[in-house]
């Protein structure tokens, strides 16, 4: 596999780090009211897109 392909180490930081904002939505989510309404669920949605495409933008070409 050629050089230019592979992932960069840098960008193993800002997945997890958006990942832990995913997490961290979720546990307010649930903190708030126990139950899963259809505001959380699209945070959490907005989130895990934010993170794939954060992760897909910082990854070199």
């Given at each position: 596999m050629?050089?230019?392909?592979?992932?960069?180490?840098?960008t193993?930081?800002?997945?997890?780090?958006?990942?832990?904002y995913?997490?961290?939505c979720?546990?307010?989510?649930?903190?708030?009211n126990?139950?899963i309404?259809?505001?959380?669920?699209?945070?959490l949605?907005?989130?895990?897109?934010v993170a794939?495409a954060?992760y897909?933008?910082?990854?070199p070409?």
């Amino acid at each position: 596999m050629p050089a230019s392909t592979k992932e960069s180490p840098a960008t193993k930081p800002l997945f997890v780090l958006l990942l832990a904002y995913v997490g961290a939505c979720l546990y307010i989510a649930f903190e708030q009211n126990n139950v899963i309404s259809i505001s959380n669920l699209s945070l959490l949605l907005g989130g895990f897109l934010v993170a794939v495409a954060g992760y897909t933008l910082a990854k070199p070409v």
